[in-house]
């Protein structure tokens, strides 16, 4: 099962006693706060969850899949993700 942004908020909704509308709120703030900061190279971490990190990616030879042929890739940044001992336990209880 894949757990929807809709879902958080019911959940959010649920353990506070907010109001849908008002979980939505907050879970939309929350968002937006961890795009900007990753938008700006920060990086996030979430004590007990993991971190999320901004990579640099320089320019790099690559491959077209379709058709087979070579081609460079430009630089760009991505998004990492390294997960905290605490959440590896829950996951491989």
Not at 39 to 59: I, M, P
């Amino acid at each position: 099962m894949t757990v929807t942004k809709d879902s958080i908020v019911d959940d959010v909704a649920g353990e506070t006693g907010f109001l849908k509308n008002r979980s939505l709120e907050i879970v939309e703030i929350l968002i937006e706060i961890i795009k900007e900061a990753l938008g700006s190279g920060d990086d996030v971490l979430a004590s007990g969850f993991g971190k999320f990190k901004v990579r640099e990616k320089k320019t790099r030879k690559g491959r077209n899949l379709a058709t087979g042929e070579d081609m460079m890739l430009e630089p760009r940044r991505v998004v990492t993700f390294k997960w905290s001992g605490k959440l590896r336990k829950k996951i491989n209880q």
